[in-house]
């Protein structure tokens, strides 16, 4: 499976951006997938989760009410809409297959795209 990530970007606090990533070689419909994140000096951390069908998901608390996963099997795409943006946020965000939705490990991994908020 390949995953490729895009829609990073320059933005300042208080505002929006939607990532995109996009699967390929596999079977996109049969995958959870998660959105995880990596600020400088700092470990890769969960963002968002959803289970193949998209009824199901996972946010950290950090992103709670800001933050929406979702996915479109048509497409082969999973989004993260980012809404109320803060400069903590900034990090290169990855998209990820996961074991499952919930806490399984990572098994494929985008190459990231980067997130920067401005105060």
């Known amino acids: 499976v390949q995953l490729q990530a895009s829609g990073g970007g320059l933005v300042q606090a208080g505002g929006s951006l939607r990532l995109s990533c996009v699967a390929s070689g596999g079977t996109f419909s049969n995958y959870a997938m998660g959105w995880f994140r990596q600020a400088p000096g700092k470990e890769r951390e969960s963002v968002a989760r959803?289970?193949?069908?998209?009824?199901?998901?996972v946010y950290a608390n950090f992103v709670k009410g800001r933050f929406t996963i979702s996915r479109d099997n048509a497409k082969n795409t999973v989004y993260l809409q980012m809404n109320s943006l803060k400069p903590e946020d900034t990090a290169v965000y990855y998209c990820?297959?996961?074991?499952?939705?919930?806490?399984?490990?990572?098994?494929?991994w985008g190459q990231g795209t980067l997130v920067t908020v401005s105060s």
């Open positions: 990820a297959v996961t074991e499952d939705y919930t806490y399984g490990r990572p098994t494929h």
């Open positions: 959803i289970n193949w069908s998209g009824i199901n998901t």
